[in-house]
C-alpha cells in the first residue's frame, strides 16, 4: 500500500530553526508537496520538489531524496504565526495526491 | 484568500436531512476535488472533476452526491448521513486534474453529523 509518514507533533522555540521530516512509500512518483493549514483555514501551498536537493523560498526550504523515499521542510527564524498544521503529499504514477495526516507545529515564545 | 470559496463555513444536520456545500473558485482552473479530512488523519480524496467530467469517486458512498455544472462551481450534496460522516470537507481546484499542478483549496465546511 501506498503510506506517507510524518511526526504528528512538533514543538519549537520562536525565533529558532525546525526540521519537519516526511517519508513515503509510494506506487512511483510525480513530485512531493508541502502545504500549510492552519485551525480552521484552507490548506496553503508552501513548496513543490520533483528533483532531489534543497528548494529555498524565504525562511522555508525544503528538501527531496527520491532514492531514500525522504523530505523535509526547512522553517528558520521561527515566528508565532508558523503555529500551524505542515502537510506532506506525494505525487504518485497515477497522478494521484497520497497525503501524510500532518505535523501539527507549535511554537513557544 | 486562496480564490477558493466554500459556503456554508458550518453546519449542523441531523441524519434524516439534506444539505448541499457549495464550492466556487476564481482562479480559471478546469478541475476541481473534494476532498474529507477528519482528525489527525491523512486527507481523503473523494470525487474529481476535470473539464465538468467526473474522473474520480474513490469508493464514496451514495449519500454523497457531487455535482460539477461547470468549471467553476461544484456541489456536494448530502441526505441520511451517518455521525461518523462529521468532519471538514474541503474543496480544491487546480489548472487540470493530473500533471504537476498545484491544487488550491477552500477554507472547508465543518459538518456535524447529530
Known amino acids: 500500500g501506498q503510506n506517507i509518514d510524518q511526526p504528528t507533533e512538533m514543538t519549537a522555540t520562536e525565533g529558532a530553526i525546525v526540521q519537519i521530516n516526511c517519508t513515503y512509500q509510494t506506487s512511483g512518483f510525480n513530485g512531493l508537496f508541502w502545504y500549510q493549514q492552519h485551525a480552521g483555514e484552507a490548506p496553503t501551498f508552501l513548496s513543490y520538489n520533483v528533483l532531489d536537493g534543497l528548494e529555498e523560498k524565504g525562511r522555508f526550504s525544503s528538501f527531496l531524496s527520491q532514492s531514500k523515499g525522504y523530505s523535509y521542510l526547512l522553517l528558520k527564524e521561527l515566528q508565532m504565526k508558523d503555529s500551524a498544521s505542515y502537510l506532506c503529499a506525494v505525487r504518485d504514477s497515477n497522478y494521484q495526491l497520497i497525503w501524510g495526516a500532518g505535523t501539527k507545529l507549535i511554537i513557544k515564545p | 484568500e486562496t480564490g477558493v470559496t466554500q459556503t456554508p463555513r458550518h453546519l449542523v444536520m441531523g441524519m434524516t436531512n439534506k444539505k448541499s456545500l457549495k464550492c466556487e473558485q476564481h482562479l480559471g482552473h478546469n478541475a476541481m476535488y473534494w476532498y474529507k479530512q477528519s482528525a489527525k488523519k491523512p486527507l481523503e480524496l473523494m470525487f474529481v472533476y476535470n473539464f465538468k467530467e467526473q474522473t474520480e469517486n474513490n469508493s464514496v458512498p451514495s449519500r454523497f452526491s457531487p455535482e460539477c455544472p461547470n468549471s467553476s462551481h461544484l456541489f456536494l450534496h448530502l441526505h441520511t448521513l451517518q455521525p461518523e460522516d462529521s468532519a471538514l470537507y474541503l474543496c480544491?481546484?487546480?489548472?487540470?486534474?493530473?500533471?504537476?499542478?498545484?491544487?488550491?483549496f477552500g477554507a472547508g465546511t465543518r459538518l456535524s453529523v447529530l
Open positions: 480544491a481546484s487546480s489548472q487540470e486534474a493530473g500533471g504537476p499542478n498545484i491544487q488550491y
